[in-house]
């Protein structure tokens, strides 16, 4: 879908890039023109009250003006191929200029305007499908974002799970013990270090009580 998108899109591209130099020669040719032909074709557009010394200048301005409009649409086109943006001014576009074309079919009743037909459709279909596949690469990453990855746990798992529970927890147990014994055998070793020190002292008492007998 990616391949048809930027297809669709550099058809579009080309074709305004195309009518961007047609405008650009037009305007430099308009110079050159005499200004009879000139009035003639304002003529038949209805203005027939323009002087003819600034019909010449009017002309190069209005076409000059719609090369820019269209070399900027052309240049947007193409970001939008490199970048992936500008999808929704593509489509307006060529809603846009499929609309004058279909005034000018109307008016002037000429083939050309089915190229016009042709390369908006195009851009526009490229544009919808490239903003289809941005919006399914955006809906991922935010979901991906959102939701932690899942991990399938087995049986199995649960088994070794509850293993090592028990096993810390006999650990903790024999930890607990082996404290038990050692302040058992403390207090033990401290009885009989108090028993010692008073057989002791009885000792000393009886050696005593002796040695005043004998004086």
Known sequence: ?????????????????????ALFLASLFSMFVDEKYVFAIFDLLGFSNISLSIIKPILFVMLFLLFILIASIDRKIFKSIKNGKYFLFNIFTGFFFIFLSIIGHVFLRDKIFIVAYVFNVILIIGSMIALNEKSKVYYKEENSDE???EKIVTFHDLKNQKNIEYENEKVIDDEVIIDEDIEDD????DIEIIEVNNIDES???????????KE
């Open 203 to 213: 000792k000393d008492k009886l050696n005593l009580d002796q040695d005043g007998e």
């Open 147 to 149: 939701k932690p990855s």
């Open 186 to 189: 403390t207090s033990n070793d």
């Open 1 to 21: 879908m990616k391949k048809i998108s930027k297809f669709f899109l550099c058809l579009g591209a080309i074709y305004y890039l195309f009518l961007s130099l």
